[in-house]
C-alpha cells in the first residue's frame, strides 16, 4: 500500500485501505483494553452500582440488584470490559483517527496535533468521569418518583448498566464538542459570530440529539444530557473567539479557494518574468556601453 504522506494523491481504494488498517488496529488496542477490564471486572461492577447504591441511601432504601437470565452476569461483565477497552485504549484509537485525516490537512493545521490529541483524549474521560459523579442525582429523583406512586424500587442490573454505560459513553463523546469546534474555527470553517447567530438552532438541534441517544423518553433524563452539552457550545463561543484574536495574519495567496491562490502565484511567476527580462535588458545595453 502507497504511503499515505506520499505528495501524490491517493486512491479512493488506497483510502479505504489505510482506513481498514486504522480500524483493525483500533480494534486491537480496544481488546487488548478489554483484557485489562476483564482482570478487574468485579471491582469496576462495584464501581458502577455505586451511583445508584448512593442514590437509595438518599431516598432511604434497600436497593437489591437482580439477574433474571441465566447468563445474564456473563454478558454483563463481558459488556463491563467493553466499555472498560474503549476509554482505556482511547488515547490509541483517537490517535488513530487522528492519523487518518491527517494527510487531508494543510502545513499550519497540522501543527495543532500536539494540543488536540491530549485535549480530545482528556475530554472524553472527562465527559465519562462527570457523567459518573453526577448520575446519582438522576437515579435519586426517578426512585423518588417511584416512591410517589407508591411501589418498591428494586432494580434489575441489566437495564442498570446498560442505562449507566450509555450514558457514560455518550457524555464521553459530547464533550468533544468545544474541541471539535475550536478547531473548526481554527481553520476559518467557522467562526463566533456564525456561532452566536444560530445558537437557538443548536440548542433544539441539541435537545434533538439528547432525546434519541439517551435510553428513555423521559424529559428529565433528556435535559440531563442537554444542558451540558448547551454549556458547552457557550464554552465553544468562548474559544473560537480566543482562537481567531491569537490568528496571525495569513501569508498571500492562503485562505484564499485553489483557483484564487494559482491566479495570485500566476500574478506572481509574471512578475518575476518581467523583472528578469527587464534586468537583463539592462544589462546588456550596460555591457553593449
Known amino acids: 500500500m502507497p504511503s499515505p504522506r506520499t505528495n501524490r494523491e491517493a486512491t479512493f481504494f488506497e483510502h ?12 486491537l ?16 461492577l462495584t464501581i458502577l452500582q455505586h451511583p445508584a447504591h448512593i442514590a437509595a441511601d438518599r431516598v432511604g ?31 490509541l484509537w483517537f ?34 468521569v462527570f457523567c459518573y459523579f453526577i448520575s446519582p442525582r438522576a437515579f435519586e429523583f426517578f426512585f423518588r418518583i417511584n416512591q410517589s406512586m407508591g411501589v418498591d424500587v428494586e432494580l434489575t442490573l441489566q ?3 446498560y442505562f449507566l454505560l450509555r450514558l457514560l459513553i455518550v457524555f464521553g463523546l459530547s464533550f468533544e464538542l468545544p474541541l ?6 481554527r481553520v476559518g470553517i467557522i467562526n463566533s459570530r456564525w456561532l452566536i447567530n444560530w445558537w437557538r438552532h443548536a440548542v433544539v438541534g441539541i435537545f434533538i440529539l439528547a432525546a434519541i441517544v439517551t435510553p428513555t ?3 428529565f433524563t433528556m435535559t440531563f444530557m442537554a444542558a451540558p452539552l448547551v454549556l458547552l457550545y ?34 506572481d511567476e509574471q512578475d518575476w518574468e518581467a523583472f528578469y527580462r527587464t534586468d537583463g535588458a539592462e544589462t546588456g545595453d550596460d555591457e553593449g556601453v
Not at 241 to 264: N, T, W
Open 16 to 27: 479505504l485501505e489505510e482506513l481498514r488498517g486504522r480500524i483493525g488496529r483500533s480494534l
Open 29 to 44: 488496542y480496544i481488546i487488548g483494553g478489554m483484557i485489562a477490564g476483564w482482570v478487574f471486572r468485579s471491582d469496576l
Open 61 to 91: 432504601i434497600e436497593l437489591p440488584f437482580r439477574i433474571f437470565e441465566p447468563a445474564g452476569g456473563l454478558v454483563l461483565m463481558m459488556v463491563i470490559a467493553f466499555v472498560a477497552g474503549l476509554v482505556i485504549s482511547s488515547p
Open 95 to 128: 490517535m488513530e483517527l487522528w492519523l487518518f485525516v491527517e494527510p487531508a490537512l494543510e502545513r499550519h493545521e497540522k501543527r495543532y496535533v500536539v494540543f488536540m490529541l491530549p485535549s480530545a483524549v482528556g475530554l472524553f474521560v472527562g465527559g465519562v
Open 159 to 161: 437495564p442498570y448498566l
Open 180 to 185: 471539535v469546534l475550536m478547531f473548526l474555527g
Open 217 to 219: 423518553i423521559d424529559p
Open 234 to 267: 457557550g464554552l465553544s463561543i468562548f474559544l473560537v473567539k480566543i482562537v481567531e484574536k491569537r490568528q496571525a495574519p495569513e501569508p498571500a495567496g492562503e485562505g484564499l479557494g485553489p483557483v484564487e491562490a494559482e491566479d495570485a502565484e500566476s500574478e
